[in-house]
């Protein structure tokens, strides 16, 4: 069965300091994996996905096979990054998204 | 172009009861999925409708159920409500069953 885990509930950042996010999955076929983010009081949103292989907002995130991990960047953070993210996962050809627990991230002034 | 909407923000009902949450999925988008998120979890994936039919099924019993209707917005039931069923329920719609996945602001169910 996949699964999907982030070791991190909580996390704090200084402004400016560097950000990552831990995000590993359990799946044996070709995974499809994303990255959402919900900020206060706003509905749950798409950052980025890692076939498209852009940078949103600073952040990139690089699958490694691997190490069956999927971990969110940033060099810099910033103020606005304080949010709940979720890492996720997707079976190509599949429609069910199965989701992490969610680290809610906190960037301190 | 309007967002995904969900209906009623909030609800309370008691146990053994029957709920119908509804969502206008945006447009252009033939596929509606919905989600329950229980506090402190994060979503998990009830089933997905596309084009009417359903198109997957998570690991939910059969008192969820539900509907997408020709204009492709949809209703999810939950028949015989437990306490457990308290909740955050999202609807996310798509352009197709594989595409970016548009999320709703959900709609919280509470069951006394």
């Known amino acids: 069965a996949q699964r999907v885990t982030q070791p991190e509930k909580l996390l704090s950042v200084f402004k400016g300091a560097p950000v990552e996010l831990k995000c590993n999955y359990s799946y044996s076929g070709s995974p499809e994996l994303f990255w959402y983010v919900q900020y206060s009081r706003q509905r749950l949103q798409l950052l980025l996905r890692?076939?498209s292989r852009e940078s949103i907002k600073g952040f990139t995130a690089d699958l490694n096979k691997g190490e069956t991990s999927f971990h969110l960047k940033k060099p810099f953070a910033q103020e606005e990054d304080s949010a709940m993210y979720y890492c996720?996962?997707?079976?190509?050809?599949?429609?069910?998204?199965?989701f992490g627990t969610g680290t809610r991230l906190t960037i301190i002034p | 172009e309007t967002g995904v909407t969900q209906s009623p923000t909030h609800l309370i009902k008691t146990r053994g009861q029957q709920v119908t949450l509804r969502c206008s999925s945006q447009?252009?988008?033939?596929?509606v999925s919905w989600y329950q998120q229980a506090l402190g979890q994060g979503p998990q994936f009830i089933f997905q409708?596309?084009?009417?039919?359903?198109?997957g099924r998570g690991n939910f019993p059969p008192r969820f159920s539900g509907l997408q209707f020709p204009n492709y917005s949809s209703e999810l039931n939950v028949n015989a409500l437990e306490l457990d069923d308290s909740a955050l329920y999202l609807c996310?719609?798509?352009?197709?069953?594989?595409?970016?996945?548009?999320f709703g602001p959900g709609t919280r169910l509470l069951v006394l």
């Open positions: 890692h076939i």
């Open positions: 996310a719609s798509s352009q197709n069953r594989e595409e970016t996945q548009y």
């Open positions: 996720a996962l997707r079976d190509f050809g599949n429609e069910k998204l199965t």
């Open positions: 409708y596309y084009r009417e039919e359903e198109n």
């Open positions: 447009s252009g988008h033939n596929t």
